[in-house]
């Protein structure tokens, strides 16, 4: 486990940085690694471990105390969902949503009754927020989006589909991404808080999935959903806006989760490299072994590097867009090729649910996709860079 750096002559990460990683090492040593694979088997969600991480105020880690946040920041957010990616990539992935997507848009254009009724409770775990962009036909594309908000004398209806939907059917509050204006495209795009209790929302059977199994992800469905105007989260037309205050902090979030999931994996190969005999000796006394441990331990230090340049850079507020993109497509692959090696490092056993490397295998997947497929980075990434 982590512990915090006594050593002030060699510190370089503040005190508060230090607590919250040992807080949430403690946290996920104890409580969330010995219920991990139990949870996953059964494709459920550990409410519970939610509610504490709501009594311990991680929701709250990024927003002031004004708000009844924790009054932490970006780097405090990323190092807490690193560590709780390295017990349970489901759990963390619906923390980081409920600390981030899921309630910002409410934080930042949300009124004292919205606070009152959505945010404070989302604060404490009491209420879950989800967050809606995709569509069947809008994924990459957001111009895309087809779902409808219609202004009406006292508000707006809602009608149209989100699918890809996390905390889809448990989420009280949703963040979601409508078209007003279908011939704006991209400029006609809009945010609107639609609580679940309103008539008209409904959504699918959760999805099958892969990885990430004790989450819920479904469709969602808007059938004349009416809402009061002041449920509008920003102007019209400044959807896409609202989506790019927050798209470097989805983006190094997602590298968080990656790094915390390679240190899972490496942290279980290294233990298994050490343990496991062939041919007289331990598996790790051979150097294809330790190629593959120096490769997991390079990628995760450089990973960790590009975490915290980005986490400070958006702390100190300066633009760090394209960096946070190179951060999140690095170590993803990392992770990746992480859980593909310390699979292999198990040998048979790597194939066997007995184990925890399959599941870091399956969940690695999920990091995938959200804040921008590779296809789409490595897009941008380029762009930027040949646009000098
Ligand atoms: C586990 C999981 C959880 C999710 N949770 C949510 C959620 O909570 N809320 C939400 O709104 N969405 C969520 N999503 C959806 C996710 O954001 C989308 O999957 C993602 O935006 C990609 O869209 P798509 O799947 O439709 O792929 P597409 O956009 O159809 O892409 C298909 C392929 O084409 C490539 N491609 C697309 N455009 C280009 C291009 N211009 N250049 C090169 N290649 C391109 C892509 O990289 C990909 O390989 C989730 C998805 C998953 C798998």
Not at 2 to 21: F, G
Not at 304 to 309: I, P
Not at 340 to 360: K, L
């Amino acid at each position: 486990m982590t512990q915090p750096n006594k050593n002030k002559s060699n510190k370089i990460r503040s005190n508060a940085e230090d607590m919250v990683r040992f807080t949430m090492a403690q946290f996920v040593d104890k409580e969330v690694i010995p219920v991990a694979t139990e949870y996953d088997n059964k494709g459920e969600f550990p409410q519970h471990l939610f509610k504490k991480l709501g009594k311990m105020g991680i929701f709250g880690i990024r927003y002031p105390k004004k708000v009844r946040g924790s009054g932490g920041n970006t780097t405090l957010y990323c190092i807490a969902m690193q560590e709780l990616a390295r017990g349970l990539m489901s759990l963390a992935a619906t923390t980081a949503m409920q600390c981030l997507m899921g309630t910002n848009g409410l934080y930042l254009y949300g009124t004292k009754e919205m606070y009152e009724e959505f945010l404070y409770p989302a604060l404490k775990g009491d209420k879950m927020g989800a967050f809606q962009l995709t569509e069947p036909n809008a994924g990459s594309d957001l111009s895309a989006v087809r779902t409808k908000a219609e202004k009406t004398r006292d508000g707006y209806v809602i009608n149209g589909m989100k699918t890809w939907s996390t905390s889809g059917p448990k989420g009280d509050f949703h963040t979601v991404l409508c078209q007003t204006d279908p011939s704006l495209g991209l400029r006609g795009l809009a945010f609107f808080l639609v609580p679940a209790s309103t008539p008209g929302f409904s959504y699918s059977k959760p999805f099958d999935l892969l990885g990430t199994r004790t989450s819920s992800i479904s469709e969602i469905y808007f059938k004349d959903c009416h809402v009061p105007v002041e449920y509008r989260l920003g102007e019209e037309g400044r959807g896409l806006g609202v989506l790019l205050k927050i798209l470097s902090e989805i983006r190094i979030m997602t590298a968080a989760l990656a790094l915390g999931l390679h240190r899972a994996a490496m942290d279980d190969a290294i233990k298994y490299c050490k343990e496991r005999e062939q041919f007289g000796k331990p598996i790790g006394k051979y150097q294809l072994i330790q190629a593959k441990i120096a490769n997991m331990a390079v990628n995760l230090e450089a990973g960790q590097l590009m975490v915290d340049k980005v986490t400070h850079m958006i702390d100190q507020g300066k633009e760090c867009l394209n960096l946070a993109s190179m951060a999140k497509y690095f170590t993803v692959e990392s992770a990746c090729s992480a859980s593909d090696e310390a699979m292999r490092i198990f040998g048979g056993y790597g194939y066997s649910m007995e184990y925890s490397v399959q599941r870091y295998y399956r969940d690695n997947r999920f990091l995938l996709y959200g804040g921008g497929t590779h296809e789409v980075l490595q897009t941008t990434i380029a762009r930027e860079i040949l646009s000098k």
